[in-house]
C-alpha cells in the first residue's frame, strides 16, 4: 500500500506543487514477468530473458529489467499502490516531459516509487494537467533507478 498526502484533493493540488505526495510500497518483478514482457514486446534481448547469458555475459553478472518494462509500472507504482486525489473523476496518461533510465533494476530486487507534485495547470474547460516526479529507488541502494516527470490529464468529480 502507498502512503499518500492526507489532504491531496483536485480543488488543493497547488497547495501540494514541490511536495512528495506518494511512496509506494516495495515491490519486485520475477525473471518470469521479465521474460514475458521481452517477448511480448517482441524484444527478447538477452539482458533481460535469459539469465545463463546475463550472468556470463552481462556488465550486471544477472537480467535486469528493461527500461521500457520499468516506465510500464508507473500505473502500478501510483494510482494502482492506492495514490489517490479526491474529487478526481477520471485521470489520464498524457505523455511525459522528461524521462531518464540513470541505473539497472537487476530481475528480483525491490523497488518503489518516489513521487513528487512538479506542476500544476488549470485549463478552461475546468480540467487539470499535472505533472509528477517519479523516481524509482532500489532497496538498499544510492540514488534513482528511473526518473520519470509524467503528465496526467484530471477530470474533476461533478460538483453536486
Same mark, same amino acid.
Given at each position: =500500500?502507498?502512503s499518500?498526502?492526507?489532504?491531496?484533493?483536485?480543488d488543493?493540488?497547488?497547495d501540494?506543487?514541490?511536495?512528495e505526495i /506518494?511512496?509506494?510500497?516495495?515491490?519486485?518483478?520475477?525473471q518470469?514477468?521479465?521474460s514475458a514482457?521481452?517477448?511480448?514486446?517482441?524484444?527478447?534481448d538477452? =539482458?533481460?530473458?535469459d539469465?545463463?547469458w546475463a550472468?556470463?555475459e552481462?556488465?550486471?553478472?544477472?537480467t535486469?529489467l528493461a527500461?521500457?518494462h520499468?516506465l510500464s509500472?508507473?500505473?502500478?507504482?501510483?494510482r494502482g499502490?492506492?495514490l /489517490?486525489?479526491?474529487?478526481?473523476?477520471?485521470a489520464m496518461?498524457?505523455?511525459?516531459d522528461?524521462?531518464?533510465?540513470v541505473a539497472p533494476v537487476p530481475?528480483g530486487a525491490?523497488f518503489?516509487n518516489?513521487?513528487?507534485?512538479?506542476?500544476?495547470?488549470r485549463r478552461?474547460d475546468?480540467?487539470a494537467?499535472?505533472?509528477t516526479r517519479? /523516481?524509482?529507488e532500489?532497496?538498499d541502494?544510492?540514488?534513482?533507478?528511473l526518473v520519470?516527470?509524467?503528465?496526467?490529464?484530471?477530470?474533476?468529480e461533478?460538483?453536486?
Amino acid at each position: =500500500m502507498s502512503s499518500t498526502a492526507p489532504d491531496l484533493t483536485f480543488d488543493t493540488l497547488e497547495d501540494h506543487i514541490g511536495r512528495e505526495i /506518494a511512496l509506494t510500497s516495495w515491490i519486485r518483478i520475477s525473471q518470469e514477468d521479465a521474460s514475458a514482457f521481452g517477448h511480448l514486446t517482441g524484444d527478447p534481448d538477452p =539482458m533481460h530473458v535469459d539469465p545463463d547469458w546475463a550472468k556470463a555475459e552481462s556488465p550486471f553478472g544477472g537480467t535486469v529489467l528493461a527500461g521500457l518494462h520499468l516506465l510500464s509500472l508507473l500505473p502500478r507504482l501510483s494510482r494502482g499502490s492506492g495514490l /489517490a486525489i479526491s474529487g478526481v473523476q477520471l485521470a489520464m496518461n498524457y505523455g511525459f516531459d522528461r524521462i531518464r533510465f540513470v541505473a539497472p533494476v537487476p530481475v528480483g530486487a525491490e523497488f518503489r516509487n518516489r513521487i513528487q507534485l512538479l506542476r500544476v495547470e488549470r485549463r478552461a474547460d475546468g480540467k487539470a494537467t499535472i505533472v509528477t516526479r517519479n /523516481a524509482f529507488e532500489l532497496r538498499d541502494a544510492e540514488g534513482p533507478a528511473l526518473v520519470a516527470e509524467w503528465v496526467n490529464l484530471l477530470w474533476p468529480e461533478a460538483k453536486a
